[in-house]
């Protein structure tokens, strides 16, 4: 099971995949899990975004989406859980 959002936004529709903190920290990580995702998810753009110790996100993926993303509050994410077989 994951938590994942797919989100339409000024035309472009992405998915954005919540991970453990270690993955965004290793871009090595954070590229295999891209790569994991992207039949899960129709190949649809992924970013990843994982938080902190006091909560605040990080994102890892395509600059632009990652730029929009860091504008955006958290809570404004439709996030559903995916289940992965």
């Not at 998915?15 to 899990?33: C, G, M, R």
């Not at 039949?39 to 990652?66: C, E, N, T, W």
């Amino acid at each position: 099971m994951i938590t994942a959002a797919v989100v339409r936004e000024q035309g472009i529709t992405f998915t954005i995949v919540l991970v453990k903190k270690y993955v965004i920290d290793s871009s090595l990580e954070s590229d295999k899990a891209i790569v994991a995702f992207t039949p899960v998810f129709s190949g649809l753009p992924i970013v990843l975004m994982a938080q902190d110790h006091r909560g605040v996100p990080k994102y890892y993926g395509r600059h632009d989406i990652v730029h929009f993303l860091a504008k955006i509050p958290l809570q404004c994410i439709p996030w559903k859980k995916y289940s992965v077989s």
